[in-house]
């Protein structure tokens, strides 16, 4: 083997010598991949997208867009947070208009409050009082 090539860092024969890997685009790539898995939980989901954003944007503005892993991480991250405020909203939309829902919500805030108007009245409250705003 020729000592050039050894103190350069070269490996024989003109092959590549594998790059190292920037643990901010590890992170984006995990985070990334915990926002795809956490997309039903909806919050975490979103929080684990926006880490995983802010890590490969701050690996690509160092690195360069060359750094495949953070690019991957950041794609996984935004879908990830977007199937998550997806599922979130659902959620909540269907929380707020199923009649089923509403009944135990209502039955949950009597016994909790002893209001004998119930969440209904609550719900009615607030709309009120955010349309005098």
């Known amino acids: 083997m020729d000592d050039r ?3 350069t860092g070269e490996a024989a024969f ?3 010598v ?3 890997t920037d643990a901010m685009a590890v992170a984006s790539l995990v985070m990334g991949i915990a926002a795809l898995l956490l997309v039903c939980t909806g919050v975490f989901a979103v929080s684990a997208g926006a880490l995983g954003l802010i ?3 701050l690996c690509t503005r160092r690195r360069g867009p060359a750094s495949q892993p953070a690019v991957i991480g950041i794609w996984l991250s935004a879908l990830g947070m977007f199937l998550g405020t997806a599922a979130l909203v659902y959620s909540v939309y269907t929380i707020l208009t ?3 829902i509403l ?3 209502d039955e949950v805030y009597r016994q ?3 209001n004998e108007a119930g969440f209904d009245a609550y719900l009615q409250l607030m709309q ?3 349309s005098t705003l």
């Open 18 to 20: 594998p790059q190292r």
């Open 55 to 57: 890590f490969g944007i």
């Open 14 to 16: 003109g092959s590549r």
């Open 5 to 7: 090539n050894h103190q």
């Open 103 to 105: 009944q135990q919500m």
């Open 98 to 100: 199923d009649p089923t």
């Open 128 to 130: 009120d009082g955010a």
């Open 112 to 114: 909790l409050y002893g």
